[in-house]
T-cell receptor
Framework: KAGVTQTPRYLIKTRGQQVTLSCSPI?????VSWYQQTPGQGLQFLFE???????NKGNFPGRFSGRQFSNSRSEMNVSTLELGDSALYLC????????????FGQGTRLTVV | AQKVTQAQTEISVVEKEDVTLDCVYE???????LFWYKQPPSGELVFLIR??????QNEISGRYSWNFQKSTSSFNFTITASQVVDSAVYFC??????????????FGSGTQLTVLP
């Protein structure tokens, strides 16, 4: 059974640009969550999607957005990148919202220069 | 709101020693999950264990064991006979179950475990 797949693994962008990250959950999992990990703030929740609907959102500015497709794959987008957006972005999949454990992908390491 | 505290920032042990990672949590929810995850240098968070708040039975799985005490809001994790491959950052996390709560994972700040040969 394939795990959670995140693409790309590494990304370098310039301030002001936008970026789209992709996450394919484990087959059969319908919930996808996104987390940002930085040395200063640790792991912080961005948002969660289930059945193509955003179910929960963390405390991040509107520049951070996401969506989920009918096959449960999810994308997150960050517009007008800032240096502080440099982080490891982790995607997690689970059977449903707050159902069972969440399984994480290897993450996308975003560097903003 | 939930809060998870891992007071140990870094722990260093010599191979074959036992090591316990501490986790204390705060929540107003009556039903919740507790988790331990391991993050090796590759970056992926590897799921280790999940406990329900209504199940205080402790568990041993190979070299790993967990001690959940609801009375003290603690969920500690012990590695017996540690190995170099156990070196990683370990995260404790909590997620409410009840539908009225924000049900995302709340993580502690992590404990960097280094096992020396």
């Amino acid at each position: 059974k394939a795990g959670v797949t995140q693409t790309p693994r590494y990304l370098i962008k310039t301030r002001g640009q936008q970026v789209t990250l992709s996450c394919s959950p484990i087959s059969g999992h319908r919930s996808v969550s996104w987390y940002q990990q930085t040395p200063g703030q640790g792991l912080q929740f961005l948002f969660e999607y289930f059945s193509e609907t955003q179910r929960n959102k963390g405390n991040f500015p509107g520049r951070f957005s996401g969506r989920q497709f009918s096959n449960s794959r999810s994308e997150m987008n960050v517009s007008t990148l800032e240096l502080g957006d440099s982080a490891l972005y982790l995607c997690a999949s689970s059977l449903g919202v707050a159902v069972g454990e969440a399984f994480f992908g290897q993450g996308t390491r975003l560097t903003v220069v | 709101a939930q809060k998870v505290t891992q007071a140990q920032t870094e722990i260093s042990v010599v191979e074959k020693e036992d090591v316990t990672l501490d986790c204390v949590y705060e929540t107003r929810d009556t039903t919740y999950y507790l988790f331990w995850y391991k993050q090796p240098p590759s970056g992926e968070l590897v799921f280790l264990i999940r406990r329900n708040s209504f199940d205080e039975q402790n568990e041993i799985s190979g070299r790993y064991s967990w001690n959940f005490q609801k009375s003290t809001s603690s969920f500690n994790f012990t590695i017996t006979a540690s190995q170099v491959v156990d070196s990683a950052v370990y995260f404790c996390a909590l997620r409410p179950i009840s539908s009225g709560s924000a049900r995302q994972l709340t993580f502690g700040s992590g404990t960097q475990l280094t096992v020396l040969p």
